[in-house]
């Protein structure tokens, strides 16, 4: 017979609208979308229109990227025409360079975007007698005749490099910011970081005195991991997000990773979800409340994957959706592992109401990971997460950047009302202790420890409910039991307060129910020979009975016999007096009259 598939869950009812974590930019300060959505939301709507702004930053870490993405997001978007001037790479090799990340950047060539080789002749680089006059000149009559809006200066150091001193860099920086300011174009400024961006103020440095917003890129080693991060040096007229925000150049790009709002207005539930274990549920005081954060602790074979998957199994049979991330494990892997414990993941799978996604934790930072987390999220709307383990995020940049990435995690699902589960591995030291590597128990509604008891040779799985706001929970340690039929939490053994497990258990409530067993058969003997006794009192009294009923007849007998002489003797004397015509004379013995009394029976001495 075919099981009848649930219905699925009628979706929550999605998140308000959250507001920009920046401030509205002030009146009269008109931007310009870039295209980059976390970029467009930090800066309160983009780069500043007809103003300039300076991208600084090392070799590698995007400058080039970031100013062609903006230029092409003006051409497809607005239909804005730009130049872009290059003082370092011939300009086609620029456009084969980014041919990988498919923009189609070539159709723009000669169109909407229009490219210049601004790189000094050999002589002049020898020389040192460089200016931008011409180019500017040129540039000038060129953006008069495409009608560009935009222009980028890529690598303006470079040019600066080549000038003679310190005095013709100055008149040349100045030079270029009037020139801005007369053409009214929005302009891009790309220029390397290197010693004199620092405390030393010179004359590459000073444009970023001069321009109305300072970009800074910068990558860092964490480990073996490269971290690209940017942040909003300055922005006259307008408010914006002054921290580092981790950035990357993925398939589509420079992007950023979404900046999330500190607000902690949150969706409540009142809805409690079972865990798939029903004693777990018990415990919990019913389950788990929806949109709740649980945080899974022990050492490795615990059974904290079990116990997510039960959940996420439990969550996809009531008709929701899940998205379950896996750290070095592979998602085919697990599921058929877990099939041997009853757990069968596949058929959620295959109807698309589990997703599955394997990672490796040291291929990316943790920063990275959360921002394909919101990508995910915002395709999938899953109504349950997974992160197993959430500790893999330490392998992604350290403690601080892992803590930074769980909590924009925790927060994400907050906003969207997301069930999170969070399995943690505890360090070697903290096997049989309540702890957290990544500090996420303060974070987490629900805290589950899980450990184990190694005693009398057995290895035995516990697991004890540390914390969990909104109910009423347990504070019993129970037993965990793994078999075919699933995860299994054994009732509390409650002989002589002690906890018990294992063949341990067995043999105490073996011996336990011996007990119980001879003290019931004692209990029954004891009830048998009280019963016997009972019946033969009840004989007794039974016979007593017989023999006062028989001595009452007799008594009764001998009675009305007496009676009846008496009456036949007063006839005798009657009739012989009435012969002998004499009155009969009065009895000398008394007569037994009907009621008179009965003599006492002597009582034996």
Request: hydrophobic share 45%; glycine share 10%; with cysteine.
């Amino acid at each position: 017979m075919n099981t009848p598939r649930p219905e699925p869950r009628r979706r929550r009812a999605a998140a308000a609208p959250v507001p920009a974590p920046v401030p509205t930019p002030a009146p009269g300060v008109e931007k310009l979308a870039t295209g980059i959505a976390a970029f467009d939301e930090i800066t309160g709507g983009g780069l500043p229109k007809a103003r300039a702004s300076i991208v600084v930053g090392a070799a590698g870490t995007g400058k080039t990227i970031f100013s062609l993405q903006v230029l092409r997001h003006a051409a497809l978007a607005r239909g804005e025409a730009s130049i872009f001037v290059s003082f370092e790479e011939r300009p086609e090799d620029i456009v084969r360079n980014v041919a990988a990340l498919g923009w189609g950047l070539q159709a723009l060539v000669g169109r909407q975007l229009h490219l210049l080789d601004g790189r000094m002749p050999l002589d002049v680089r020898h020389t040192g007698d460089a200016d931008l006059g011409g180019l500017l000149a040129g540039l000038a009559a060129l953006a008069q005749r495409t009608g560009a809006r935009w222009v980028v200066f890529d690598s303006l150091d470079a040019m600066l490099s080549l000038m003679a001193d310190d005095t013709a860099r100055r008149r040349e920086v100045m030079r270029l910011h009037q020139w801005i300011e007369t053409h009214g174009l929005t302009c891009i400024v790309t220029t390397k970081r290197g010693a004199e961006w620092g405390t030393e103020v010179t004359e590459e440095s000073r444009l970023s005195y001069l321009v109305d917003c300072v970009i800074d890129l910068e990558s860092q080693m964490f480990d073996t991991l490269a971290m690209r991060t940017l942040r909003i040096l300055k922005y006259r007229g307008s408010a914006h997000y002054g921290n580092r925000v981790p950035c990357l150049i993925g398939p589509r790009g420079f992007d950023l990773v979404p900046v999330l709002p500190a607000s902690t207005d949150y969706q409540v539930f009142s809805e409690r979800l079972s865990t798939g274990i029903g004693g777990l549920d018990e415990m919990l005081g019913g389950g788990i409340l929806r949109g709740s954060a649980l945080l899974l602790t022990g050492a490795p074979g615990t059974a904290k994957t079990s116990i997510s998957s039960s959940f996420v199994a439990a969550a996809c049979a009531r008709g929701e959706s899940a998205l379950m991330v896996c750290f070095d494990e592979s998602p085919g892997e697990m599921v058929r592992n877990l099939g041997s414990i009853g757990v069968q993941l596949q058929p959620y799978l295959d109807s698309g109401r589990l997703v599955m996604r394997g990672m490796a934790a040291r291929a990316q930072s943790a920063e990275l990971v959360f921002a394909e987390l919101h990508e995910m999220i915002a395709r999938r709307r899953p109504d349950c997460l997974v992160i197993d383990p959430i500790t893999a995020l330490l392998k992604g940049g350290g403690e601080s950047v892992a803590l930074g990435a769980l909590l924009r995690i925790f927060q994400l699902c907050k906003l969207q009302g997301i069930t999170l589960l969070m399995p943690c591995i505890v360090g070697k030291s903290d096997f049989d202790t309540e702890s957290s590597d990544i500090h996420a128990s303060t974070m987490a509604d629900v805290w589950i420890h899980l450990s184990y008891l190694v005693r009398a040779g057995e290895r035995n799985r516990l697991l004890t409910v540390v914390k969990a706001r909104g109910a009423a929970h347990s504070n019993q340690v129970r037993e965990l039991l793994l078999d075919t039929g699933g995860v299994h939490l054994a009732l509390p053994y409650i002989e002589d307060g002690e906890v018990l497990t294992g063949t341990l258990r067995w043999q105490r409530e073996q011996q336990a129910a011996h007990a119980r067993v001879e003290q019931a058969a004692a209990v029954q003997a004891r009830e048998h020979a009280l019963l016997e006794a009972q019946d033969e009192l009840a004989a007794r009294i039974a016979a007593l009975q017989r023999e006062h009923a028989a001595r009452a007849s007799d008594l009764q007998g001998l009675r009305e016999r007496q009676r009846a002489d008496s009456a036949q003797d007063a006839l005798r004397r009657e009739g012989v007096g009435a012969r002998r015509g004499i009155a009969a004379a009065p009895s000398s013995l008394p007569s037994a009259a009907p009621g008179a009394a009965t003599p006492r029976r002597r009582r034996p001495a």
